[in-house]
C-alpha cells in the first residue's frame, strides 16, 4: 500500500531534524526503531520467529541474534517476507522478465537484484518506507551543500537533469530504480538517463556532452575516467554535483573529481540491500545513517572490532524495510568505524569503507589506440550469460582474459563456455578489441582469504 502524503511528509521531516541531533538523540532514536522492528519480525516473519525461538522477548542486545547470510535469506524467502502474497518463485519470475524493470511487484513493491559480489545473487523487496528513506537519507547530507550561487546556477542551466552511470538489462537497483522514477513522474521522465558503462568510452563522452547532466551518478571507475577525459577537454560537462557510489573510491581520486568537474563531490555507500548507508559530508567524510540503520563492524566470527579497527566483514540492520526484514545481515565489505567526531559538528558517526573491488583494464584497440574497460561493464557481461552462478576475470597477459566460472545445476559448464566466450569478443570487439585470447581457467571462482568476497575483475600484471 503507497503511503499517504502525509505519512511521507512526517517520515521526511523526522529524518531531516535529526541531521543536527546530538549522539544522544540519535542513539535513542536508533534504540526505539530497533526495537519496534524485532518485536514486528518476531511475530510476523515466519523465518524470524522460528530463527529467534529461544531468545527471550523484549531483548534487544543484537550479539544475542545469530547473523544472516544472502544465501539464508534465499533459500527461506517465502518464510521471511511478511507479505504472504510475495513468493519466491514468482518474484523470480517477475525479475526475469525484462519488460518488468522499474515496474513494482503486485503494483506495490519495487524489487532489486544482486549481482553475486558475495557469491550468491539476491532478491530484495523493498516497501514504501525503505523506498522514501533511500532518497531522503542522501538529500539531507547533499542538499545543503547545494544552497550555494554556483551550484543552483549550474542546476537550473542544466535544467535539473540527473545522469547515473550503472550496468542495465537487469532489477539492479541503480537502473530499475531509475526506470521506476521515469515511470512514475513527469520530473523523472523528462530528467532522468541512465548511461552504461559498457558502452565505449568516446560513446558515453559523446552521449554525455549532449545531455549535460546538472548531477552525475555512477560508478567511480567510470567517474574517474571521464574526470581525465573533462580534463583532457574530450569531455565538456558543467555538473553541479558529482556523486561517485558501488566501488571504492580514494580521496586523491575525489580530487580528481573536483579539479576536473569543479564542483561538489560527494560520495555515496550503499548496497542493494539498504542504500544508502553512508554519505560524505563537506568535509569529507562518511557519516553512517545509523538512525535508519544497524551497523556492526566485526571479525570472522562475528565479534565487534575495536572503533579504529578494519572489520573482516560488516551486519547490517534494516530499520526501514519491514516486508523483507534484515536483521544482523552479513553484507560483506570492510569498515572502519571511528569514535572521533567530525568537524562538520555532525553527530552521526564517521566511518570508511571498502566495497567491491575491481581494475580498470587498458587495452590497445585495432587502431593502436589505448582504451579503458570497466570492471563491472566486463562482470556484468559474463554475469548475465544464462547458467552462470559466480565468475572471476582475471588479466594474466597483455592480450590474455582468463575467466573463472561455475554454473548452476540445470546448466553445463560446456554451453556456459561457450556463450562466454561469444559475449566477451563480442563486447571487446565494440571498444575496438579484436586481439584477446578469452580462455578458461582451470579452477572455479576463488574466495579472497581475508575478506572472503569473491573479487571480479583484477590484472596480475605490473602496471
Not at 531522503?136 to 545543503?144: A, E, M, Q, T
Not at 551543500?145 to 546556477?153: D, H, K
Not at 552511470?165 to 521522465?189: C, I, N, P, Q, W
Not at 567510470?222 to 556523486?243: C, F, H, K, T, Y
Request: hydrophobic letters at 35%; a negative charge; aromatic letters at 8%.
Amino acid at each position: 500500500m503507497r503511503q499517504s502524503p502525509i505519512t511521507k511528509g512526517k517520515l521526511v521531516l523526522g529524518t531531516w531534524r535529526l541531521k543536527r541531533a546530538d549522539s544522544a538523540t540519535i542513539a535513542s532514536r536508533q534504540r526505539q526503531r530497533l526495537e519496534s522492528h524485532l518485536a514486528f519480525v518476531r511475530q510476523q516473519s515466519r523465518f524470524y520467529k522460528q530463527r529467534y525461538a529461544d531468545i527471550p522477548q523484549g531483548t534487544t542486545d543484537l550479539e544475542h541474534f545469530p547473523p544472516v547470510t544472502k544465501s539464508t535469506l534465499m533459500e527461506h524467502f517465502d518464510d521471511l517476507v511478511t507479505d504472504t502474497a510475495i513468493t519466491k518463485a514468482e518474484i523470480d519470475a517477475f525479475v526475469a522478465d525484462e519488460t518488468k524493470i522499474g515496474e513494482r511487484f503486485l503494483g506495490t513493491y519495487p524489487v532489486w537484484t544482486t549481482s553475486g559480489t558475495t557469491g550468491e545473487p539476491g532478491v530484495f523487496v523493498q516497501d514504501e518506507t525503505a523506498w522514501t528513506i533511500s532518497d531522503v537519507l542522501g538529500d539531507r547530507w547533499i542538499v545543503p551543500a547545494m544552497a550555494g550561487t554556483s551550484p543552483l546556477s549550474r542546476l537550473f542551466t542544466q535544467n535539473l537533469r540527473i545522469g547515473l552511470v550503472a550496468v542495465s538489462g537487469g532489477h539492479f537497483a541503480g537502473a530499475a530504480g531509475l526506470e521506476m522514477m521515469r515511470r512514475e513522474s513527469v520530473y523523472g521522465e523528462r530528467r532522468l538517463r541512465l548511461f552504461s558503462p559498457k558502452s565505449p568510452i568516446d560513446d558515453l563522452i559523446s552521449d554525455l556532452n549532449q545531455y549535460q547532466p546538472a548531477i552525475l551518478e555512477g560508478y567511480s571507475t567510470v567517474l574517474v575516467e571521464l574526470a581525465r577525459a573533462q580534463q583532457d577537454g574530450r569531455l565538456n560537462i558543467s555538473p553541479a554535483l558529482v556523486m561517485p557510489t558501488a566501488e571504492p573510491i580514494s580521496e586523491a581520486q575525489k580530487n580528481v573529481l573536483r579539479r576536473a568537474f569543479d564542483c561538489v563531490v560527494r560520495e555515496l555507500y550503499g548496497a542493494t540491500e539498504f542504500v544508502p548507508i553512508a554519505v560524505e559530508c563537506e568535509h569529507g567524510n562518511l557519516h553512517a545513517n545509523i538512525d535508519w540503520v544497524v551497523v556492526e563492524p566485526v571479525d570472522e566470527d562475528f565479534q565487534p572490532v575495536e572503533p579504529g579497527t578494519p572489520s573482516d566483514t560488516v551486519l547490517i540492520t534494516s530499520l526501514s524495510n519491514r516486508v523483507q526484514p534484515l536483521v544482523r545481515y552479513d553484507l560483506g565489505d570492510s569498515i572502519t568505524m571511528y569514535e572521533e567526531q567530525c568537524p562538520c559538528g555532525s553527530a552521526f558517526p564517521i566511518m570508511e569503507v571498502g566495497g567491491r573491488q575491481g581494475d580498470i583494464l587498458q587495452f590497445e584497440t585495432d587502431e593502436g589506440e589505448e582504451v579503458p574497460i570497466f570492471p563491472l561493464a566486463l562482470s556484468s557481461i559474463v554475469e548475465e550469460v544464462p547458467g552462470i552462478h559466480r565468475t572471476q576475470i582475471i588479466r594474466t597477459a597483455p592480450t590474455t582474459l582468463q575467466v573463472r566460472f561455475d554454473v548452476t545445476p540445470d546448466a553445463t559448464e560446456e554451453e556456459v563456455w561457450k556463450h562466454i566466450e561469444q559475449e566477451l569478443q563480442s563486447f571487446l570487439r565494440t571498444h575496438g578489441i579484436s586481439r584477446i585470447t578469452v580462455e578458461a581457467a582451470s579452477e572455479p571462482p576463488q574466495r579472497e582469504e581475508r575478506s572472503g568476497k569473491f573479487r571480479h575483475v583484477w590484472s596480475e600484471l605490473v602496471e
